[in-house]
T-cell receptor, first 112, second 115 residues
Framework: ETGVTQTPRHLVMGMTNKKSLKCEQH?????MYWYKQSAKKPLELMFV???????ENNSVPSRFSPECPNSSHLFLHLHTLQPEDSALYLC???????????FGPGTRLTVT | QKEVEQDPGPLSVPEGAIVSLNCTYS??????FMWYRQYSRKGPELLMY????GNKEDGRFTAQVDKSSKYISLFIRDSQPSDSATYLC???????????????FGQGTILTVHP
């Protein structure tokens, strides 16, 4: 079992809703990541945080708003999403920004 | 052109077969080459990594990197039903040998090993 948890595991939301995804890591890591995994597409890096500071925004639309209050917690705030935003959203962490990343199980998001 | 190309399969093999999975990439700046394994309803987990070129072996798994051809491979010997999963290649930049942690993934290959 990994030390990265994500809640909720499943989420259905309308295009006008506002919701948040939560990620928590119990590994003592300093870097955290958000990825998007869509059907028939590669896993796509969205955001990187290192010591609570955002170091990477991979041209993500502003309807996705990340928040990292401390090195153990990462949120992804969602508002006015589109149906094409439906995907599996994965959180990961690592000791520092590096190739060895530990992933959570993901949140399956459906936008109706 | 995609940065990383990986045949999504699906690939179905009998137990005990040798499995060959591969990716090609276009950007020669990549220095770290990883294989992640993702079981159904789970997040990916790091299986193996290679820095720069060469081979690396870990039990039944062998990773190969050919930077001149921009081609990476993962071989699984004596495949088992428990190896059934999606295998994702991932590549990363590096500076002075230090990985950036900004992974670029292939689409993933779905592998089924049947008894």
């Amino acid at each position: 079992e990994t030390g990265v948890t994500q809640t909720p595991r499943h989420l259905v939301m309308g295009m006008t809703n506002k919701k948040s995804l939560k990620c928590e890591q119990h590994l003592g890591h300093n870097a955290m990541y958000w990825y998007k995994q869509s059907a028939k597409k590669p896993l796509e890096l969205m955001f990187v945080y290192n010591f609570k500071e955002q170091t990477e925004n991979n041209s993500v639309p502003s309807r996705f708003s990340p928040e990292c209050p401390n090195s153990s917690h990462l949120f992804l705030h969602l508002h006015t999403l589109q149906p094409e935003d439906s995907a599996l959203y994965l959180c990961a962490s690592s000791q520092e920004p590096t190739y060895e990343q530990y992933f959570g199980p993901g949140t399956r998001l459906t936008v109706t | 052109q995609k940065e990383v190309e990986q045949d999504p399969g699906p690939l179905s093999v009998p137990e005990g077969a040798i499995v060959s999975l591969n990716c090609t990439y276009s950007n020669s700046a990549f220095q770290y080459f990883m294989w992640y394994r993702q079981y159904s309803r789970k997040g990916p987990e790091l299986l193996m990594y290679t820095y720069s070129s060469g081979n690396k072996e870990d039990g039944r798994f062998t990773a190969q990197v050919d930077k001149s051809s921009k081609y990476i491979s993962l071989f699984i010997r004596d495949s088992q039903p428990s190896d059934s999963a999606t295998y994702l290649c991932a590549l990363d930049w590096a500076a002075g040998g230090t990985s950036y942690g900004k992974l670029t993934f292939g689409q993933g290959t779905i592998l089924t090993v049947h008894p």
